[in-house]
């Protein structure tokens, strides 16, 4: 059974800062993971999806790196903004089901 | 123009109430998605159809009854609702039924009293 792990659970970083958050996964079977972005009272929105036979994936400031066999995927959030601050959650689709299982969320405020 | 749409956005209602909360995608997409999101924010599917038809029934009571008049619309209708169903219910489709892009509505945040 896949279960989906971020930690740290929340995050507090001065603006202009460069931070990390990680998504650890327990069956590497996947076909591939998205991340995503969570505004107060809002619903989601797609960040980045990264396929199983990729490293890594870019947008602007974000990059998204992959690593399958051990489990694991970073979001790289460079020169991080007040507008920055939301809840990011990552999501695993594992080969043969048909269904996203998502993590338990990092909240990221940053101050300015 | 909204992409994924639901309504209402707020519903408080008593224990032992039915109510449904209605979801509306015009991105042409043929799947679409229930999920629920509990007070720790753990978000986690409840339901998916494709082209009206149910591809994914995860372990909901049957209380909790989706309903798909066309591939543009996934309806969820609640019966007898209870303390826990007290959460946010959220709306999501996708072009295909595997995994592609998920796009989400606001959300509808349930409180059962």
């Known amino acids: 059974k896949q279960e989906v792990t971020q930690i740290p659970a929340a995050l507090s970083v001065p603006e202009g800062e460069n931070l990390v958050l990680n998504c650890s996964f327990t069956?590497?079977?996947?076909?591939?993971l998205q991340w995503f972005r969570q505004d107060p009272g809002k619903g989601l929105t797609s960040l980045l999806l990264?396929?199983?036979?990729?490293r890594e994936q870019t947008s602007g400031r974000l990059n998204a790196s992959l690593d399958k066999s051990s489990g694991r995927s970073t979001l790289y959030i460079a020169a991080s903004q007040p507008g920055d601050s939301a809840t990011y959650l990552c999501?695993?689709?594992?080969?043969?089901?048909?269904?996203?299982?998502f993590g338990t969320g990092t909240r990221l405020k940053v101050l300015a | 123009d909204t992409a994924v749409s639901q309504t209402p956005k707020y519903l408080v209602t008593q224990m032992g109430n039915d109510k449904s909360i209605k979801c509306e995608q015009n991105?042409?997409?043929?799947?679409m998605y229930w999920y629920k999101q509990d007070s720790k924010k753990f978000l986690k599917i409840m339901f998916s159809?494709?082209?009206?038809?149910?591809?994914i029934n995860e372990t909901v009571p049957n209380r909790f009854s989706p309903k798909s008049p066309d591939k543009a619309h996934l309806n969820l209708h609640i019966n007898s609702l209870e303390l826990g169903d007290s959460a946010v219910y959220f709306c999501?489709?996708?072009?295909?039924?595997?995994?592609?892009?998920?796009?989400f509505g606001p959300g509808t945040r349930l409180t059962v009293l």
């Open positions: 999501a489709s996708s072009s295909g039924g595997g995994p592609d892009t998920q796009y």
């Open positions: 069956d590497s079977a996947i076909y591939n």
């Open positions: 990264i396929q199983s036979s990729q």
């Open positions: 999501a695993v689709f594992t080969s043969g089901t048909y269904k996203y299982i």
């Open positions: 991105l042409g997409h043929d799947t």
């Open positions: 159809y494709n082209n009206k038809e149910l591809i």
